[in-house]
């Protein structure tokens, strides 16, 4: 019984280290995504003062994260690549809508050319 216990023991603990050398070499290798694709070659079509978000939504689909600035929801697009060798890949929207849900401001940063 003691052989049992002690060889499942073994199992279990090879088993723990050979996941995370897996977890652990993936993270070295070079790649950490945060976010999702959005289509960034549409934000020319937003225009202050007359988009709704419902066009917004309709352009874009669901926002990465939602937020309030001011007091005024806020919707936000990104992707963000990281490698631990090579360059760094971003693309960010952030849209501010006034109290009709019409697009008061909004701001777009991408590292990509």
């Not at 279990?12 to 070499?25: E, H, K, T, V």
């Not at 993936?26 to 007359?50: D, M, W, Y």
């Not at 917004?56 to 992707?79: H, K, Q, V």
């Amino acid at each position: 019984m003691k052989k049992s216990i002690h060889r499942s023991f073994k199992l279990a603990r090879l088993s723990s280290l050979l996941l995370l050398s897996g977890i652990f070499s993936t993270q070295l290798s070079g790649c950490f995504t945060v976010g999702q694709e959005f289509a960034a070659h549409r934000v020319n079509e937003i225009k202050v003062g007359q988009t709704r978000r419902q066009e917004i939504s309709e352009l874009f689909g669901t926002p990465w994260r939602t937020g309030m600035e001011d007091g005024r929801p806020t919707w936000t697009y990104g992707i963000y690549k990281y490698a631990l060798f090579g360059g760094n890949d971003s693309q960010d929207l952030l849209i501010r809508f006034d109290p009709q849900g019409i697009v008061r401001s909004y701001t777009f940063n991408s590292t990509r050319k």
